[in-house]
């Protein structure tokens, strides 16, 4: 059983264009939520992360937009550069942050 | 801070074998967690520790064990290798303190079962 999901396997954006990824989950008992960078043949890095108290949390050209009443959630890179070519994971857990859930992934390519 | 480690970062195993994966959190970190990446879908938590007790468990077979020593560093065991156990096996650690949320991961033991 998926808790969260990415329905888009793959998106691909003008350099300098916005890349909008988004992300659902199912389960109401969710309360932090993140997005992990993946190259190839590396583990995934931490990219920004939101809490479930907020809509909205911003680290530079990443945003991430959290809509608790649809269960959704948004990562918004602008402008989207060639180095952001990679897979994104949304992942979420509980406020105890033993257990996460990951997304199936979605790769990202900007083209130059 | 060195980051997390694992060895061996590749391994080629035939069916019916066992297998031993290690990882070394970054000092400090107590927790640590495992997952399983296969194309398709996505990461799968198999299980995580803390102060050598695991304290979480996926949906995995019994198959599929683990550890963690005095040091925190964590191995993973699987028995009877199945050619569907064929996938890229990341460690993760975690501070307990602090951003308790943000996982750290190591670059993976990419295993082959043949």
């Known amino acids: 059983d998926q808790q969260v999901k990415q329905n888009s396997p793959s998106l691909s954006v003008q350099e300098g264009r916005i890349s909008i990824l988004n992300c659902d989950y199912t389960n109401s008992m969710f309360d932090y939520f993140l997005w992990y960078k993946k190259y190839p043949a590396e583990g995934p890095t931490f990219l920004i992360s939101?809490?479930?108290?907020?809509d909205k949390n911003e680290d530079g050209r990443f945003t991430v937009f959290l809509n608790k009443s649809a269960k959704h959630l948004s990562l918004h890179i602008v402008p989207s550069q060639p180095g952001d070519s990679a897979v994104y994971f949304c992942?979420?857990?509980?406020?105890?942050?033993?257990?996460?859930?990951f997304g199936t992934g979605t790769s990202l390519t900007v083209i130059p | 801070k060195a980051g997390v480690t694992q060895t061996p970062r590749y391994l080629i195993k035939t069916r019916g074998q066992q297998v031993t994966l290690s990882c070394s959190p970054i000092?400090?970190?107590?927790?640590v967690s495992w997952y399983q990446q296969t194309p398709g879908q996505g990461l799968q938590f198999l299980f995580e520790?803390?102060?050598?007790?695991?304290?979480n468990k996926g949906n995995f077979p019994g198959r599929f064990s683990g550890r963690q020593f005095s040091n925190s560093r964590s191995e993973m065991n699987v028995s009877t290798l199945e050619l569907g156990d064929s996938a890229l096996y990341l460690c993760?650690?975690?501070?307990?303190?602090?951003?308790?949320?943000?996982?750290?991961f190591g670059p993976g033991t990419r295993l082959t079962v043949t």
């Open positions: 992942a979420a857990t509980s406020n105890t942050g033993n257990q996460f859930y």
């Open positions: 520790y803390f102060s050598e007790t695991q304290r």
């Open positions: 939101i809490s479930s108290i907020k």
């Open positions: 000092s400090g970190h107590r927790s």
């Open positions: 993760a650690s975690k501070a307990t303190a602090g951003s308790s949320y943000e996982q750290y």
